[in-house]
Nanobody, 120 residues
Framework: QVQLLESGGGLVQVGGSLRLSCAASGRTFSSHTMGWFRQAPGKERELVAAISGSGGSVNYADSVKGRFTISRDNAKNTVYLQMNSLKPEDTAVYYC?????????????WGQGTQVTVSS
């Protein structure tokens, strides 16, 4: 069983920065693509960023390109999301998730989420 635990959310002003962390249990962390998702009230959950197991491949939603950076430290079983130049529309609950190695369009393990609120 894989457990994911996010931290680092909070309240920040427009233009500020936050760094989210997601600590994972398990011995195969480096084998899996990890993603950060977010869900705002009344909106569908969206994939914000994803990173391959080695960290060599990353991709971002257009809405966060140039402002957010996803990274990982496989020695620490941790994935990060550095968020800069935050906007009110970034307000959401942010989740990290592990992509299934079998059904690669599906994320099979999820954290509990961490709230990010950007005030104007």
């Amino acid at each position: 069983q894989v457990q994911l635990l996010e931290s680092g959310g909070g309240l920040v002003q427009v233009g500020g920065s936050l760094r989210l962390s997601c600590a994972a249990s398990g011995r195969t962390f480096s084998s899996h693509t990890m993603g950060w998702f977010r869900q705002a009230p009344g909106k569908e959950r969206e994939l914000v960023a994803a990173i391959s197991g080695s960290g060599g491949s990353v991709n971002y939603a257009d809405s966060v390109k140039g402002r957010f950076t996803i990274s990982r430290d496989n020695a620490k079983n941790t994935v990060y999301l550095q968020m800069n130049s935050l906007k009110p529309e970034d307000t959401a609950v942010y989740y990290c998730a592990r992509r299934s190695p079998v059904i690669t369009t599906r994320y099979d393990y999820w954290g509990q989420g961490t709230q990010v609120t950007v005030s104007s």
